[in-house]
């Protein structure tokens, strides 16, 4: 059996975003893996997540559909590259269901990302960690000035209400 690939974030190409929260990795986990509870608290509101496909385990379809408030959507489908239950969950846009390499996948205005989400108990809750991992400075840089801190703590906070 390998060792566990542990990726060193890049400062440069990279963003986190981390707290402890007073929330079990467990719940945290359903939060991320169970299809009706992911589109309850993954999109900062205004904006709702109308549609969500999961299929959990390496290589199986990760899909959203994300609403904005004037009804503009954003249809995302990635894969699931790492699954370590109530720990671990990596996924990306890079790549289709099954691996698939998905040509010409950035838009006018958008980029790729392969997000790690790690759960680490701690004595009153859990350290959730989300580090999201960029192809260039050029895309890290749009993904924080579109909000990345402020949006990930808003869904974060949308997730603990869920307890």
Known sequence: MTAPIVHQPDPRLDLVFERVVDASAEHL????????QLKKWFTPAP????????DLRPGGRFRTVMRGPEG??????????????????????????????RPAVAAAGSFVMTAIITLQPRDQGT????LVIHGDEESRKAHEKMGFHEGWGKALDQLLALA
């Open 29 to 36: 986990w359903r939060g991320w893996t169970v299809a009706e």
């Open 72 to 101: 503009q959507e954003f249809d995302t489908v990635g894969c699931y590259l790492e699954i370590v239950p109530n720990r671990k969950l990596v996924w990306t846009g890079a790549l289709g269901p099954g691996y698939r390499p």
């Open 127 to 130: 350290l959730y960690t989300a």
């Open 47 to 54: 904006w709702k997540t109308v549609d969500c496909e999961i």
